[in-house]
């Protein structure tokens, strides 16, 4: 093992261990791990159908193990490739990320270490540098794009981002866009920006209606990422003192308690939104819990609560210098439009630089089907008049004296913009092609790096 990781050879381990292990070899870090599943019991404990599962088991976990090995010796090599060719003089790169072993064993004029991304958390970069020895820097290729020289006036930039109902059609999951928001979140702060989202803290909050029914919490986990790299994150130049705005429309925030107040601090701070202004509804119809929380479950009560994400979205939008878009449900939202792609629109009015993901479906997908006039279904009176509550919601809007576009005219408008192209509809400093494959790519590190490039020659000065 030792000589594996000395030579850089990819590793693989297969575990078959029952219970507990007294000592498990320091060195197998930074290793794929799989598991053995016929090891959960002996042979002579089992009866002949546990005799026939072991048997499957034993064929099936030999071809993963063999398929796991090539894999990671694919991968290996790719990232060590792709490094290295962007490593100088006194400069390694590495396709794993670094260890304690890796370095015992670096040359001693070495500066830099390049590993693949994502960078490593607070808990190695804390222990890693060897005692008494110069500071070796450690970086990823997204870490590097990310050192750019932010000018004064750029600070925040808006994610949009929920869970979408079509992503297994492009190959994804729910869990694949928490992870993947994660990852683009760090980057963007490690650029020095701050990151606004105008998500809901607390599950219980979630079932209030705001973003009903997703599964993950996106800002307690963008919350607990922002601590995990806290340590990374300490010696980024020019950044803000909070990293995360969390905009949360009225009257969402008024149920909020201490529980949900005490995650805010030296991660996020909390954008908590009043009524619009010229909200045109009495408090009779309103009729607020004690806390003034009002639930979305009459006509007048679903009306205020639309105008108040409107004009949420509206604020954020003034508050932020750009917009990344991705994910996003179609169904079971609030407002007049769902949320990731009424984001879209508003920044697309207001002309602020736009990034759209197409990898994980749902309303950011929509959006960039509808600037390529591409016929969508849900952009459509029959769908929306099939949503439970939407017509009674326009016809709230119509009684009170305010006209409501129609999803065909919503349609034919995004079509007309669309007409000059992505780049000059998009305004986000990436070229047509650039913004083509933005918007198809599957790979994680490539979108991040189109979307940092963009940043860079929309907003640098």
């Known amino acids: 093992m030792l000589e594996a990781k000395l030579a850089a050879r990819p590793l693989v381990l297969v575990d078959a ?10 060195y197998l870090g930074n290793a794929v791990t799989l598991r053995w599943r016929a090891a959960i019991a002996a042979a002579e404990s089992m009866d002949a159908a546990w005799i026939e599962r072991k048997k499957k088991w034993e064929a099936e976990d030999a071809a993963f193990v063999i398929e796991a090995a090539l894999l990671e010796a694919l991968r290996y090599q790719h990232e060590h490739r792709r490094l290295l060719r962007s490593i100088a003089k006194n400069e390694v790169a590495l396709g794993t ?14 500066t830099r270490v390049w590993y693949p991304d994502p960078p490593l958390g607070r808990e190695e970069l804390d222990r890693l540098q060897p005692t008494g020895a110069a500071k070796i820097d450690l970086t990823t290729p997204l870490s590097e794009l990310a050192r750019w020289k932010r000018p004064a006036g750029i600070q925040t930039v808006a994610v949009s981002l929920s869970t979408a109902p079509d992503t297994d059609l492009y190959g994804g999951s729910p869990e694949h866009l928490a992870t993947f928001a994660d990852d683009l979140v760090l980057y963007l702060l ?37 601590r995990s790299h806290s340590l990374l994150l300490s010696g980024v130049a020019g950044k803000p003192p909070v990293p995360i705005e969390n905009w949360v429309a009225w009257p969402i925030h008024c149920r909020f308690g201490d529980a949900e107040l005490r995650n805010y601090g030296q991660e996020a701070t909390l954008k908590d939104l009043p009524a619009p202004p010229g909200l045109d509804v009495t408090a009779q119809e309103l009729n607020a819990n004690s806390n003034g929380f009002v639930p979305p479950d009459t006509p007048a009560r679903r009306y ?35 949320g990731v792609l009424e984001e879209g629109i508003i920044a697309l009015r207001a002309g602020e630089p736009l990034y759209l993901l197409g990898l994980f479906g749902g309303a950011a ?50 079509k007309e913009r669309g007409t000059v192209g992505l780049s000059a509809v998009l305004n986000n400093g990436l070229s047509e092609d650039e913004n083509s494959e933005l918007v198809s790519s599957d790979d994680p590190q490539r979108i991040v790096a189109l979307i940092l490039s963009g ?5 640098a000065p």
């Open 17 to 26: 261990i029952e219970a507990r292990v007294i000592r498990l070899f320091p």
């Open 304 to 338: 205020a609560w639309a105008r108040s994400l409107t004009y949420m979205r509206a604020c954020m939008q003034g508050g932020t210098s750009a917009r990344i878009a991705m994910g996003g449900r179609l169904k079971g939202y609030q407002g007049l439009w769902p």
């Open 97 to 110: 990320p670094p260890e304690a072993l890796t370095f015992a064993h670096l040359p001693t004029s070495t």
């Open 455 to 459: 940043l860079r020659n929309k907003l």
């Open 190 to 226: 490690i650029a020095g920006l701050r990151v606004a989202y105008g998500g809901v803290l607390g599950l219980d909050a979630l079932q209030q209606g705001a973003i009903a029914g997703d599964d993950i919490n996106y800002v307690e986990r963008l919350l607990a990422m922002v």
């Open 365 to 414: 997908r929509l959006l960039i089907d509808a600037l390529r006039g591409e016929p969508r279904e849900e952009l459509t009176s029959a769908w929306l008049s099939a949503l439970p509550g939407s017509d009674e919601l326009r016809h709230e809007y119509g009684r009170r004296g305010h006209k409501v576009q129609t999803p065909e005219d919503l349609a034919i408008e995004l």
